[in-house]
């Protein structure tokens, strides 16, 4: 297990110097931000990132995320350049030392919340999500803005985008996530990289846009659709665990035995109704998700792959970026490595 952080470079409040006093924290989570979706990561772009993270002492091994653009999930007819495109960042990525890109298929969205800013009972704050007031947000109807979205989209490019996925159910968004893995994977095999696809968050379909990394029979399925260790998942305990059909310990059991999970997003939710949901301090007691058993499960089915702490609350009055604030996440990394050590030396 390598414990990892994840880091906005330059633009991050989160300071690399205060990232590497975590003696727990061997690795640094980045990405090329300032290309825009779909053209190729260049070789100086991803030196550029590495230069900083390596010199602070820290490993430069984990992409989140490299974006799959619109056009790939829609299918459509610009996808094979597009792809090709990615193809060649992945080579580049691989030449640089890059082991791990984790990335989603999601529609138009990556992970949805109704709010950023949740007030806790300790005067912390966290992302929440309550299923009537985002089906209240829907941009087809409304002109609300979605918490964390309204930079990346204008109202009038949300309604496009959304009425081209009108053409695409979830059958036709797995053909088009099969189309990419075909192409991808054994480049992926070729650069020493192994792809993990975060799953939906939340894990179930919003404004009528498919969502498909839903669970453990979507997880098999994607595993099947190519058949390489290559081809692996992003265990993101928070984003599956709020659905409570979601066995978290069964499914990191199982998915870790199949070699399959190369990266690890340990957060805690705490499940307040039918999909509703906040985001908690990542102690097993705060939340809904056993931390220590889904840990045990990956230790035990021979997981050595990468770990970050996920969203952390906003706590002591920092104020950073939703979710991506230093302290509750330093708290979270630290919790997780002690979980880990208890792990592996009462399994020896
Ligand atoms: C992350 C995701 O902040 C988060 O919720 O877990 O945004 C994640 O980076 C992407 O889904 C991966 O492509
Ligand atoms: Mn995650």
Not at 4 to 15: E, S
Not at 21 to 48: F, M, N, R, S
Request: with cysteine.
């Amino acid at each position: 297990m390598q414990m990892t952080f994840r880091w906005y470079n330059n633009g991050d409040a989160v300071k690399l110097e205060q990232i590497r006093q975590l003696p727990y924290v061997k690795g640094i989570v980045t990405a090329v931000y300032d290309i825009p979706v779909g053209e190729v990561w260049t070789e100086e772009a991803i030196a550029a990132i590495k230069k900083p993270i390596v010199d602070a002492g820290l490993t430069f091994e984990v992409i989140e995320s490299v974006p799959v653009h619109e056009d790939i999930k829609l299918g459509a007819p610009t996808r094979d350049a597009l792809i090709d495109n990615y193809c060649t960042t992945i080579r580049n990525l691989g030449k640089a030392g890059v082991k791990c890109i984790c990335y989603n298929f999601m529609p138009v969205f990556d992970w949805l919340r109704s709010e950023l800013q949740h007030p806790m009972a300790d005067g912390s704050k966290c992302l929440a999500f309550d299923r009537d007031t985002v089906l209240a947000m829907d941009p087809s109807v409304t002109e609300l803005s979605l918490p964390g979205w309204d930079e990346s989209y204008t109202h009038a490019e949300l309604l496009s985008l959304l009425d081209k996925y009108k053409a695409v159910d979830e059958e036709k968004l797995w053909a088009n996530l099969g189309y990419f893995l075909k192409k991808i994977i054994p480049v992926c095999e070729e650069s020493g990289i192994k792809m993990a696809i975060h799953p939906d968050d939340p894990p179930w379909g919003i404004f009528g846009l498919p969502r498909i990394i839903t669970g453990r029979d979507a997880l098999d399925r994607l595993c099947k659709t190519v058949d390489s260790p290559a081809n692996g998942i992003t265990l993101c305990f928070g984003s599956l665990g709020c659905n409570p059909q979601n066995d978290m310990v069964a499914i990191a059991a199982e998915f870790a035995k199949r070699d399959r999970i190369p990266f690890v997003h340990a957060r805690n939710i705490y499940i307040s109704g039918e999909r509703c949901f906040n985001e908690t301090a990542h102690l097993s007691e705060c939340g809904s998700l056993d931390m220590y058993k889904i840990l045990e499960a990956l230790y035990e089915n021979g997981f050595d792959g990468y770990i970050r702490p996920d969203h952390g609350r906003n706590i002591w009055n920092e104020n950073g970026r939703p979710g991506y604030g230093l302290y509750d996440r330093a708290l979270g990394a630290s919790y997780v490595c002690g979980l880990w050590e208890a792990i592996e030396k009462s399994h020896k």
